[in-house]
């Protein structure tokens, strides 16, 4: 096929592409007035541990920051912590 074959299609069909085409805008434009938002957060958190004066402190100082981030991990999705968020948005 040569591009004088590709021109004598869109000649052709060029009333169906441009309805298709309006038809695919109206329908993403319609998707988009009607979905409902959705909203994403993230949050980082970082721990650090004191240097020690020997390895067991440093080992001692790793599981408790540990066990903070477990727990803080935990926290989060308490409703003691969400409700108050929810209410002020």
């Known amino acids: 096929m040569e591009f004088r074959d590709y021109l004598g299609v869109l000649r ?3 009333a169906s592409i441009v309805v298709f085409t309006l ?6 434009s319609a998707y988009i ?3 409902s ?5 993230s949050a980082t958190v970082y721990l650090s541990v004191n ?3 020997s390895s067991t402190d440093l080992i001692q100082s790793t599981n408790y920051a540990s066990a903070q981030a477990r727990s803080f ?3 989060v999705t308490m409703p003691q912590v969400l409700d ?3 209410a002020d948005l």
């Open 23 to 28: 038809l695919g805008v109206a329908a993403a």
């Open 12 to 14: 052709k069909y060029w």
């Open 73 to 75: 991990a935990q926290m």
């Open 84 to 86: 108050p968020v929810i």
């Open 51 to 53: 240097g020690g004066s």
């Open 37 to 41: 938002p959705v909203y994403t957060s």
């Open 33 to 35: 007035y009607l979905a």
